[in-house]
């Protein structure tokens, strides 16, 4: 019996990692993630709370890990196990006031396991995406004394998140946890000056290669009121320590001829060379708050509105002039009949949410902000306790203004809930 589950939930994950190595080039295509540690993936990336806007700071759930908030564990069965997994897929359209460009991307979003230690101690543990850098920008440039040259910037890489969580039950109404999270993974990114109308110039590159493995920590608290059978209302709370990441970076700056567009390159000198060099990437604390008011089985509403201090980011010593960020998100779902056995749509669960971000970034004074629609459904699985989530977004980043880029994308989620009975002892065969 035992066995028979756990070969349900290897096949899942072979399969997810099976279409993740078919994607593991293409992560993220975005100039933006050239500033700060990339694009922030939130730990909200579960296909059901994307599709409702994202929202998670007070959503618990005997259904599926929200490892946000690690105090709602405490809504595991005291019986069951959980696992989840999902596949992220995007298009992105780039707009400038001149012209556009149209990138596809694909990845394995996450997968967690949650389950009982004892009534009141549940934990889970899992692997998420913390942030993704991808871009190749060439902005051109024009000199009286030298002509015209060409800056590129080309990065890519990430950070990936792996995580262990506890949450303890205090009482009737309150619960607390924990998240250990071992934050791995490297960024790597060049600049090259060169110049397109002559060849007795020669071209500089600079490559820089950033290696991070560090513990991060984040605490949760959720309140729950119950005022029936039915109702309820949750409050969530969630913090994010401050962190002195430890990382170490090789850099190197060279001259060189070729070099563009898959040329061969010519080293002729290297300028500087410094490798292993240890540094600290300062993370800084993030405050969130969450509410959501449901019926059992029924429907579900809420919001998430969260704040991070981004102006306290720092990286080997030098800010990036970044902002503080924050964010606001409202969603719920709908189920029209939990338990209906004449028609199978009945029993499908109907989502929506927006959101709405203040990025940490400020470009040629301008503010990056981000907003997008989101809408999702849940799909039982006959005679079992698993869903298919699905969660399609719809969104905006930047703007055309002040020379910027505008990306208008689309985000595609399909996320796989199991859930087993595992803890119960068999009385007979």
Not at 54 to 64: D, E, L, P
Not at 211 to 216: C, K, Q, R, Y
């Amino acid at each position: 019996m035992i066995y028979s589950k756990l070969k349900k939930i290897l096949i899942v994950v072979i399969v997810l990692l099976a279409f993740q190595n078919l994607s593991a080039q293409t992560g993220i295509s975005s100039p933006y993630s050239r500033f700060g540690i990339g694009h922030l993936e939130r730990k909200s990336v579960n296909a059901r709370l994307l599709g409702m806007g994202g929202i998670a700071n007070a959503v618990s759930s005997n259904r599926f890990v929200n490892p946000t908030n690690p105090a709602t564990y405490s809504g595991f069965d005291s019986l069951s196990l959980l696992f989840d997994a999902g596949f992220n897929m995007n298009r992105v359209v780039f707009k400038t006031t001149a012209k556009s460009e149209m990138g596809t991307n694909a990845t394995l979003s996450y997968f967690s396991l949650g389950f009982p230690v004892v009534k009141w101690w549940h934990s889970a543990i899992g692997v998420l995406p913390y942030s993704q850098v991808g871009y190749n920008v060439v902005i051109p440039f024009e000199d009286e004394q030298i002509g015209k040259y060409n800056k590129a910037f080309e990065g890519e890489g990430g950070l990936n998140q792996a995580f262990i969580g506890n949450a303890l039950t205090l009482g009737k109404h309150f619960s607390v946890g924990a998240n250990i999270t071992y934050v791995f993974g490297s960024n790597s990114s060049s600049s090259l000056v060169y110049f397109p109308d002559s060849s007795l110039y020669a071209n500089t590159r600079a490559v820089s290669k950033t290696l991070a493995n560090d513990f991060i920590f984040d605490y949760g608290v959720l309140y729950k009121k119950a005022f029936s059978d039915n109702y309820s209302l949750n409050v969530g709370l969630v913090y994010n320590q401050k962190i002195n990441m430890n990382v170490k970076r090789d850099f190197m700056l060279k001259s060189m001829f070729g070099g563009v567009d898959g040329e061969i390159e010519y080293v002729l000198d290297t300028i500087s060379y410094t490798p292993s060099e240890k540094g600290v990437i300062v993370l800084p604390h993030k405050l969130g708050l969450g509410a959501v008011f449901e019926k059992k089985n029924s429907w579900l509403i809420g919001f998430d509105a969260n704040w991070q201090n981004w102006k306290n980011f720092s990286a080997f010593g030098v800010n990036d002039s970044l902002i503080n960020a924050w964010n606001v998100a409202f969603g719920g779902e709908y189920t029209p009949n939990f338990t209906s056995i004449s028609g199978y749509w009945k029993r499908v669960t109907y989502r929506a949410g927006f959101r709405y971000d203040q990025t940490y970034l400020k470009i040629n004074g301008q503010p990056i902000n981000e907003y997008a629609f989101s809408v999702g459904m849940g799909l039982p699985l006959p005679r079992t306790m698993t869903n298919v989530d699905l969660s399609v977004e719809l969104g905006r980043t930047g703007t055309t203004s002040h020379d910027l880029i505008q990306e208008n994308f689309v985000n595609f989620t399909v996320g796989v809930s199991l859930y087993e009975r595992w803890f119960v002892k068999r009385k007979y065969d």
